[in-house]
């Protein structure tokens, strides 16, 4: 495998540990450790760990070392605050400049799980899946790269933040469906407000 594989594999498998929270809030890093359990190599494994530090995931603290972020409610809050506000933008874009192909991935991400039972962890998956299309229909990379970068640290919140219980996940499901049809169709007044 290519260096650059080997280091977005790395990326993937230390973030879902996170996300998952197999590595919990404030939980020392061992590169050692991650080496062992994922067969990488240092290499692959530091460059994850300085990716994940951009999005706020991991803390390296000099002379004391890596760990797990800790994201306080206000913090999620703030980032939920700022995220409402440019992810409109972002819809706003992708409607008007999505191709068929970024639709296709969406649908085919839509129609990935069972909805009628599936589990908190194939949510969080689709949402971030849908937003990540979302983000690159945009075809803004500033914007992509600051809207990568507020998802990631709220990606381990509990279920129920990103899913109030007064909705539940039949009206996630069919916000979802809604957006996905207003940015086929290219309303991107109706996405912006379905989103």
């Not at 050692?32 to 390296?60: C, M, N, W």
């Amino acid at each position: 495998m290519t260096h650059y594989v080997l280091s977005q594999q790395a990326y993937q498998s230390i973030k879902r540990k996170i996300v998952y929270l197999e590595l919990e809030p404030g939980a020392v890093i061992d590169e050692a450790v991650l080496q062992d359990s994922l067969g990488l190599g240092r290499t692959p494994i530091r460059e994850a760990l300085q990716r994940l530090e951009q999005e706020k995931l991991v803390t390296i603290v000099p002379r004391r070392g890596m760990f797990v972020s800790e994201i306080s409610v206000t913090d999620l809050y703030q980032i939920f605050e700022l995220r409402l506000t440019v992810e409109a933008l972002a819809v706003r874009l992708a409607a008007r400049r999505g191709s068929e192909t970024h639709w296709q991935q969406m649908e085919a991400v839509l129609n990935s799980i069972p909805w009628h039972d599936a589990t908190d962890q194939q949510l969080i998956e689709i949402d971030e899946a849908c937003h990540a299309i979302i983000y690159a229909a945009a075809d803004n990379h500033f914007l992509e790269d600051m809207l990568t970068t507020c998802y990631a640290p709220s990606a381990p919140a509990p279920v129920d933040v990103f899913f109030a219980p007064h909705w539940g996940y039949a009206h996630y499901r069919r916000n979802t469906s809604n957006a996905y049809r207003s940015l086929r169709d290219g309303d991107a007044d109706e996405a912006a407000l379905a989103s």
